[in-house]
């Protein structure tokens, strides 16, 4: 019973850990884009005017959010 409790804690303070993650690497790509940092191959954080700026950032934190998730994993 413990253990089942202690299990979920961890998992509990790895999504913390790993929204934390993503929302600061999010930050930092906006700050500083990915024209500076080819060797990374990201795609160009840059909006046309039909695209909603909203839904591309919640995509983008989601795949962040996914890889922190396989790092700590």
């Given at each position: 019973m413990?253990t089942?409790?202690?299990?979920?804690?961890?998992?509990?303070?790895?999504?913390?850990?790993?929204?934390i993650?993503?929302?600061?690497?999010?930050?930092?790509t906006?700050?500083?884009?990915?024209?500076?940092h080819?060797?990374?191959q990201?795609?160009?954080t840059?909006?046309?005017?039909?695209?909603?700026?909203?839904?591309?950032?919640?995509?983008?934190?989601?795949?962040?959010?996914?890889?922190?998730?396989?790092l700590?994993?």
């Open positions: 413990q089942n409790r202690q299990i979920i804690y961890v998992f509990l303070f790895q999504v913390i850990i790993c929204f993650g993503a929302a600061f690497n999010q930050l930092w906006l700050r500083v884009g990915s024209t500076e080819e060797y990374l990201l795609e160009d840059e909006l046309d005017e039909n695209s909603d700026f909203i839904h591309a950032i919640i995509r983008e934190s989601l795949i962040r959010f996914g890889t922190w998730m396989l700590f994993a």
